[in-house]
């Protein structure tokens, strides 16, 4: 019994940190889309439905 509640402590530890890892890297992608979208050059040779062009490597 106390076997189980130890590998149950163990499961919510990991769930946590996985959840805090998952958070800083949406929070991180949400930073690099808004700094994308602010990055966006206006042309006007492009295409239809295209409101600029970024080169990033």
């Given at each position: 019994?106390?076997?189980?509640?130890?590998?149950?402590?163990?499961?919510?530890?990991?769930?946590r940190w996985v959840h805090v890892i998952t958070a800083?890297?949406?929070?991180?992608?949400?930073f690099y889309f808004i700094a994308l979208d602010l990055g966006l050059h206006r042309d006007r040779n492009l295409a239809s439905g295209a409101d600029g062009e970024e080169w990033q490597v």
């Open positions: 019994m106390q076997d189980m509640a130890i590998l149950w402590e163990w499961i919510a530890f990991a769930v800083i890297a949406w929070i991180g992608s949400s």
